[in-house]
């Protein structure tokens, strides 16, 4: 398996366009999150070519006009992103982290049901 790159906040949001829908044109990416991110066009095209050299996202070229893609499954990078928050975060260990979770939110009936069906699964 090929290395995850790590992926800035604002370059998850670019990923997130090329997952929905590829390939895609650079004018196609800045049209869907230029406008909700608040960012200039030339934002969203340095992204892209960011997002290139980490090898994050391919291109075709067809003429004039290049077709990006992504180069990295979704599911990859969000594991990538779950290990490298609980290593920062809880030093790796995995309990403390649940626990946290736990404590501080409200969780619904379904939603504990839920999680003692993956901690049976588990045993």
């Known amino acids: 398996m090929a290395e ?4 800035s906040d604002a ?4 990923m997130k366009v ?7 044109t650079a004018q196609e990416v800045v049209d869907q999150v230029a ?6 066009p030339k934002t969203v095209k340095a992204l892209i070519s960011r997002l ?5 996202i391919r291109f075709e070229a067809a003429g004039k006009v290049y077709y990006y893609s992504a ?16 290593k920062r975060i809880y030093g790796g260990a995995l309990s403390p982290m649940l ?14 049901n839920e999680l ?3 901690l049976e699964q588990k045993e």
Do not use: G, T, Y
């Not at 180069?71 to 609980?86: D, G, T, W």
């Open 11 to 14: 370059e998850w949001e670019i």
């Open 35 to 40: 406008e909700p991110m608040s960012w200039n």
């Open 18 to 24: 090329l997952w929905r829908k590829s390939p895609i």
């Open 52 to 56: 290139v050299k980490k090898h994050a």
């Open 116 to 118: 003692k069906k993956l």
């Open 4 to 7: 995850i790159p790590n992926i």
């Open 99 to 112: 626990a946290h979770f736990i404590q501080d939110e409200k969780l619904s009936r379904e939603e504990i």
């Open 71 to 86: 180069a990295v499954a979704e599911e990859e990078c969000v594991r990538e992103e779950r290990k490298s928050f609980l």
